[in-house]
């Protein structure tokens, strides 16, 4: 059957009004399926629903370039037709369009089935390792300027390269040093990647503020919330420290999520801090993708910011109030993530 859908794409690639043209099949189609079922090989995907979902997975803007804005629901819908046809197992279908469906991002370990992480990362390879169609595809089809296509071509290398998995950068390095080079990138350093340095003082600065708020608060504050319905103070700062453990797994490209029993006020607080410290220890020995980075950042350090304002407010409505403080003026230090912080500076009521 393989062979009867890769026959099906070709012909439709070979169509006169296909905007992609004939040779989106040899420069996308093919390096996705090939890179795809390597990547198969290394993760335990099942290679028949990964090479499936890659030979079809652009299906719906090679017939029809307008629905490119919503090819990979579209494209899944067809698959699954075509699928349905020549007889396959609804139970596969189910799995190829899934595949299909979330292909616009490469997805790390943990985030979809390992069908979906194989052909989601297989997209950006080979975007990585076809850069001469790429660039056909900016200057032709997007109708860009040289400067401008070259700088959408190179923004689409360092995006993905960042958001690949560690097995698929492997299977494609070489690629990535030429891609870099075409597009007029450094090793792919030419946009500033943000700084860990950035991260670790934010992870310093949420320990400084987490210290100050679970300092001095008696032991059955723990149960305090501030409605029957609400989450108690322990039960907020437990999720503290379930954001931290995952921010650890993330980082290093997993998602992991553990929801921890709350364990009593004086544990809690540290668990919360060697949680913290562990995450501080990981940032340190990288380097990690950019994409990891602002993930950290934008899922669980926010996150635990926001959780600690929750504690200095109920810590006010309990009657132990937390102090006000210039925190712009505080001694925050990366790396200092125990609850030994420095004295305030500038305190107010």
């Not at 958001?163 to 040093?177: D, F, G, K, Q, W």
């Not at 039960?235 to 553990?258: F, K, P, S, T």
Request: hydrophobic content about 45%; proline content about 5%.
């Amino acid at each position: 059957m393989l062979e009867d859908i890769r026959q099906e794409v070709l012909e439709a690639c070979r169509r006169p009004d296909n905007v992609l043209t004939p040779a989106f099949y040899d420069q996308h189609l093919r390096l996705v399926a090939e890179h795809a079922t390597a990547l198969a090989d290394v993760l335990g995907a099942e290679r028949e629903i990964v090479e499936l979902a890659a030979w079809l997975h652009d299906l719906s803007a090679v017939l029809d370039f307008s629905t490119l804005p919503t090819h990979a629901e579209a494209s899944a819908q067809l698959a699954a037709s075509m699928l349905a046809r020549r007889g396959y197992p609804g139970d596969r279908i189910d799995r190829v369009a899934g595949a299909i469906r979330r292909h616009g991002a490469p997805l790390g370990a943990g985030e979809g089935t390992a069908e979906e992480v194989c052909v989601s990362n297989a997209d950006a390879m080979s975007q990585i390792a076809a850069p001469a169609f790429w660039l056909f595809f900016a200057f032709e089809v997007r109708k860009l300027g040289f400067a401008e296509g070259q700088r959408w071509y190179g923004e689409r290398v360092r995006q993905g390269w960042q958001a690949l998995v560690p097995e698929a950068r492997a299977l494609i390095e070489s690629e990535y040093a030429l891609a870099c080079r075409v597009a007029g990138l450094e090793s792919g350093a030419a946009h500033p990647l943000p700084s860990v340095d950035l991260l670790r003082h934010t992870l310093a600065t949420l320990c400084y503020r987490g210290a100050k708020a679970v300092r001095a608060a008696p032991p059955e504050f723990a149960s305090f919330r501030a409605a029957a319905d609400s989450r108690a103070a322990g039960q907020i700062l437990a999720h503290v420290g379930d954001l931290l453990d995952w921010a650890v797994h993330m980082v290093q490209g997993r998602h992991v999520w553990r929801e921890a029993v709350p364990l009593p006020w004086a544990e809690e607080s540290e668990r919360f801090f060697r949680r913290a410290a562990e995450l501080d220890h990981v940032l340190a020995s990288g380097p990690w993708p950019t994409a990891a980075l602002e993930r950290v950042f934008q899922g669980p350090i926010a996150d635990a910011l926001t959780h600690v304002g929750q504690i200095n407010l109920l810590r006010r409505l309990a009657g132990v109030p937390v102090r006000g403080e210039n925190y712009a003026r505080a001694e925050i230090v990366a790396g200092r993530t125990d609850a030994a912080q420095a004295a305030p500076r500038v305190e107010f009521e």
